[in-house]
């Protein structure tokens, strides 16, 4: 397990874009857990997928929100 993982990273369930379009507030926590991942020493392939997936999600719900705006 990563230094950086509480242990429960790996237990949140794969969100969509879509989620995290219309859940935004749910934004900025996602992405300090994918800050802290992507600062660790941890090896990539000891990055859960489900990290991998909602970072992903995130970044691009984010990035779609800011071209409505």
């Given at each position: 397990?990563?230094?950086?993982?509480?242990?429960?990273?790996?237990?949140?369930?794969?969100?969509?874009?879509?989620?995290?379009?219309?859940?935004?507030?749910e934004i900025?926590?996602?992405?300090?857990?994918?800050?802290?991942?992507?600062?660790s020493n941890?090896?990539?392939?000891?990055?859960?997928?489900?990290?991998?997936?909602?970072?992903?999600?995130?970044?691009?719900?984010?990035?779609?929100?800011?071209?409505?705006?």
């Open positions: 397990m990563s230094e950086t993982s509480n242990g429960t990273d790996s237990d949140m369930p794969a969100r969509s874009w879509k989620y995290y379009a219309a859940h935004p507030a900025e926590p996602m992405q300090e857990i994918c800050r802290r991942w992507a600062g941890a090896p990539v392939s000891e990055q859960p997928a489900v990290i991998t997936t909602n970072c992903r999600a995130a970044a691009f719900a984010k990035s779609q929100l800011q071209l409505t705006q």
